[in-house]
């Protein structure tokens, strides 16, 4: 397809290559969706979603949907819908649902898709008349995950969701791994203390003046703080690669 742009390194070819980019990314995000949402945008039939009984409606009419690749059996335009699966290379709901559903929502969008059916409308006040209100009010409803403005190509960077939650959780993971470090040190220090005591007990031998004014000599800080950011750098590692558990 994208040597089908000419000329080949202006601004109209990297534009082309452009509408390519989106249609092939929108087709994935719609194949997630029609998984999430399969009553709405599913993908397996042409009935249990309203997105492929839309295309279906309008299979090989004009104003219309016809994908190319595949046949119209009663020629195109049709005065009324075949049933489907046409015959063709995109016959099956998982290509020619979601070939109709981009062009759908690009033409409800106002923007220019990467190729337009034959059978579809050139403008958006087309695609508002054509489409059922069912599948106007569906598109339109954030709540289903279907884009709601038109793609610019320019975006701004915002923080990663799994990077956030990768800190959060490992900052967290390893406040508790020291604590439980803590509590063992401290568990083992105790019981050498008592066992010094008693073997001083058993020696005769008390405690100094000193150690009565100062107490037991404090430890030396260990490398503590060095210990928790290698820690949770291993953490967010592992949770980047493998996601959130």
């Given at each position: 397809?994208?040597?089908?742009?000419?000329?080949?390194?202006?601004?109209?070819?990297?534009?082309?290559?452009?509408?390519?980019?989106?249609?092939?990314?929108?087709?994935?995000?719609?194949?997630?969706?029609?998984?999430?949402?399969?009553?709405?945008?599913?993908?397996?039939?042409?009935?249990?979603?309203?997105?492929?009984?839309?295309?279906?409606?309008?299979?090989?009419?004009?104003?219309?949907?016809?994908?190319?690749?595949?046949?119209?059996?009663?020629?195109?335009?049709?005065?009324?819908?075949?049933?489907?699966?046409?015959?063709g290379?995109?016959?099956?709901?998982?290509?020619d649902?979601?070939?109709?559903?981009?062009?759908?929502?690009?033409?409800?969008?106002d923007?220019?898709?990467?190729?337009?059916?034959?059978?579809m409308?050139?403008?958006?006040a087309?695609?508002?008349?054509?489409?059922?209100?069912?599948?106007?009010?569906?598109?339109?409803?954030?709540?289903?995950?279907?884009?709601?403005?038109?793609?610019?190509?320019?975006?701004?960077?915002?923080?990663?969701?799994?990077?956030?939650?990768?800190?959060?959780?490992?900052?967290?993971?390893?406040?508790?791994?020291?604590?439980?470090?803590?509590?063992?040190?401290?568990?083992?220090?105790?019981?050498?203390?008592?066992?010094?005591?008693?073997?001083?007990?058993?020696?005769?031998?008390?405690?100094?003046?000193?150690?009565?004014?100062?107490?037991?000599?404090?430890?030396?800080?260990?490398?503590?703080?060095?210990?928790?950011?290698?820690?949770?750098?291993?953490?967010?590692?592992?949770?980047?690669?493998?996601?959130?558990?």
């Open positions: 397809m994208v040597d089908d742009y000419e000329p080949k390194g202006g601004a109209d070819w990297e534009a082309g290559l452009k509408r390519i980019l989106n249609e092939e990314i929108f087709h994935m995000y719609t194949h997630a969706l029609a998984k999430a949402f399969p009553e709405k945008i599913g993908d397996t039939d042409f009935t249990t979603s309203v997105s492929c009984r839309e295309m279906a409606r309008l299979q090989c009419l004009k104003p219309g949907w016809h994908h190319p690749e595949n046949t119209c059996p009663n020629g195109n335009p049709a005065d009324k819908a075949p049933a489907s699966p046409l015959e290379d995109c016959g099956g709901a998982g290509c649902c979601i070939e109709f559903f981009n062009q759908a929502v690009l033409g409800l969008l923007q220019e898709p990467a190729w337009r059916s034959d059978n409308p050139t403008d958006q087309g695609f508002k008349s054509m489409l059922s209100e069912e599948f106007k009010t569906m598109v339109g409803d954030p709540q289903w995950g279907v884009p709601q403005k038109e793609f610019t190509g320019t975006y701004k960077a915002t923080p990663c969701p799994l990077a956030r939650l990768a800190e959060e959780n490992c900052g967290k993971a390893a406040e508790k791994e020291d604590e439980a470090d803590e509590k063992d040190e401290k568990d083992e220090k105790d019981e050498k203390d008592e066992k010094d005591e008693d073997k001083n007990e058993a020696d005769g031998k008390g405690p100094t003046p000193a150690d009565l004014i100062n107490g037991p000599a404090n430890d030396q800080p260990d490398n503590q703080t060095a210990r928790k950011a290698s820690s949770a750098t291993a953490c967010t590692k592992k949770f980047r690669m493998h996601g959130a558990k």
